[in-house]
């Protein structure tokens, strides 16, 4: 029975070491096999050279070349309202003409006393030739004449006054008072304002100084009309920085035919640089963002530890200029002609193999539009 029991045994011992010797066989050949990585599918284009204007952008405001809110010059009754508001007005025109029937009776009567101090001052003239009155008589005729004369000039003045007269061509805004409203001195009675052309206000760092010069381009761009660039030019510097914000102000002048453009409408200016430079761009969805420091996946041919090529990426930190719709600048980093991971880039770390599959790439548009916008 114990015979049995050890031939038993020793054959159980004999499977066992045979099975162990099979399998510490077949893990000894993988571990010696070559291990090969999995690859990662990505979308590359080839970085470029394209030549850029750049660009200075800021925030600014429309204002007119000629506006004024016109007020009353004098007390008195709204008698008419010659312009409307929104009317179109050239320079001297009547806009609100105030009721001047008081000062027209006294300027009658100024005139009467003028025409009789005129004639007494030509008979004391005539006398005073032939030494018939004193030369006080004369002096004061004369004095009469002038005091009647100055009545007179002063009543025109005043009924003047009461006319309100455009000082220059443009539109009238909306009117702020009514027929038979009475209104005192420097009363406001309607905005007038001179769109064409108009004025776009805006302020840079002072550092981008020596960037500006007269009669340099600008392009506008207005929230309402989003696809319709505004062009224009430079026409003043201020002589002074804000010693507050360290921000010097310019002016630009843009045509407006049409008086679309309104004083106070928001503006996004970009002003274009003199001078193009030539940048190494990418599309947007190239960078690998992080805090230590952005970078790109370059595609190239590398060389395994057994010696083998194959299809890897290199991680290039590099450093971004301006970005142009879909496009990025890379001002240090890539040279044109690399082949430079569009998509996948969050997956791949340096050295990794890779498979390029470019049948559907990100855009790379400079001006994109996107539907529904």
């Known amino acids: 029975m114990l015979k049995k029991f050890l031939i038993a045994l020793a054959g159980f011992a004999v499977v066992v070491f045979t099975l162990g010797a099979v399998k510490f066989g077949q893990i000894k050949k993988m571990a010696s096999a070559p291990h090969v990585m999995p690859l990662s599918s990505v979308t590359t284009l080839e970085a470029r050279a394209v030549d850029w204007h750049s660009h200075i952008k800021a925030i600014g405001t429309l204002a007119p070349v000629e506006g004024v809110t016109i007020s009353a010059d004098a007390d008195g009754i709204i008698a008419r309202i010659v312009a409307d508001s929104g009317a179109a007005v050239k320079a001297g025109d009547l806009l609100i003409e105030l009721d001047a029937s008081v000062e027209t009776a006294q300027l009658a009567a100024s005139e009467a006393r003028a025409n009789l101090a005129r004639i007494n001052l030509d008979r004391a003239s005539e006398l005073w030739g032939r030494q018939a009155v004193a030369k006080s008589e004369y002096d004061a005729a004369d004095a009469t004449y002038k005091q009647a004369t100055a009545d007179v000039t002063a009543l025109k003045a005043l009924i003047a006054k ?6 220059f061509d443009g539109r009238v805004g909306i009117r702020m008072v009514n027929l038979g409203q009475f209104v005192g001195r420097g009363r406001s ?3 007038l304002q001179k769109l064409d052309p108009i004025y776009v206000n805006f ?24 696809n319709t660039p505004f062009e224009g030019t430079i026409t003043a510097i201020n002589s002074e920085v804000d010693a507050a914000t360290r921000n010097i102000s310019v002016q630009a002048t843009l045509a407006n ?21 030539s940048l190494v761009v990418v599309p947007a969805t190239a960078i690998a963002y992080a805090s230590y420091g952005n970078s790109v996946f370059i595609v190239e041919k590398m060389k395994g530890p057994d010696g083998h090529e194959y299809l890897g990426v290199r991680q290039q930190f590099v450093k971004l200029g301006a970005t142009r719709g879909d496009l990025i600048a890379i001002t240090e980093g890539v040279q044109p002609g690399e082949q430079v991971v569009t998509a996948g880039v969050f997956k791949l770390r340096n050295g990794v193999p890779v498979q390029v599959n470019n049948v559907v790439t990100p855009s790379s548009n400079p001006a994109p539009k996107p539907a529904n916008t």
């Open 203 to 226: 302020s840079v760092p002072q550092r981008q100084l020596p960037a500006l010069s007269l009669n340099q381009k600008v392009s506008v761009l207005i929230d309402a009309f989003e």
């Open 257 to 277: 035919p049409k008086e679309e453009l309104r004083a106070g409408m928001f503006a996004r200016v970009e002003v274009e640089m003199p001078q193009s430079e």
């Open 162 to 167: 009461k006319q309100v007269r455009a000082p």
């Open 189 to 191: 009675l309607l905005p």
